[in-house]
Nanobody
Framework: QVQLVESGGGSVQPGGSLKLSCAAS????????MGWYREPPGKEREVVST???????TYADSVRGRFIISQDNAKNTLDLQMNSLKTEDTAVYYC??????????????WGQGTQVTVSS
């Protein structure tokens, strides 16, 4: 059973920083593509940033240059450092693992979500 446990959400003023962490097993980090997604109030879930097993990263245009995704293999955590936060970054943030199985199939597993609120 895949378990993803997020932590680090909270409230911050515009321009501030927060760091999100997602704990998972070593097997997950070695075999799955990891990512952070968010669901703003009243909107659909969207991808924020992803990282592959090889360390290749992608970022949404809206966060590129402000957010940094990384994996801490010693702690088995996926981190998202969020800097220069804007009010439009307010959302529930989810950690996700896209894991292969069988021939060419994938399953997506989600964490429980953590609230990030950016407000003055």
């Amino acid at each position: 059973q895949v378990q993803l446990v997020e932590s680090g959400g909270g409230s911050v003023q515009p321009g501030g920083s927060l760091k999100l962490s997602c704990a998972a097993s070593k097997y997950i980090f070695r075999n799955c593509k990891m990512g952070w997604y968010r669901e703003p109030p009243g909107k659909e879930r969207e991808v924020v940033s992803t990282i592959t097993e090889d360390g290749a990263t992608t970022y949404a245009d809206s966060v590129r240059g402000r957010f940094i995704i990384s994996q801490d293999n010693a702690k088995n955590t996926l981190d998202l450092q969020m800097n220069s936060l804007k009010t439009e970054d307010t959302a529930v943030y989810y950690c996700a693992a896209t894991c292969p199985y069988g021939l060419g199939n994938t399953d997506v597993y989600w964490g429980q979500g953590t609230q990030v609120t950016v407000s003055s």
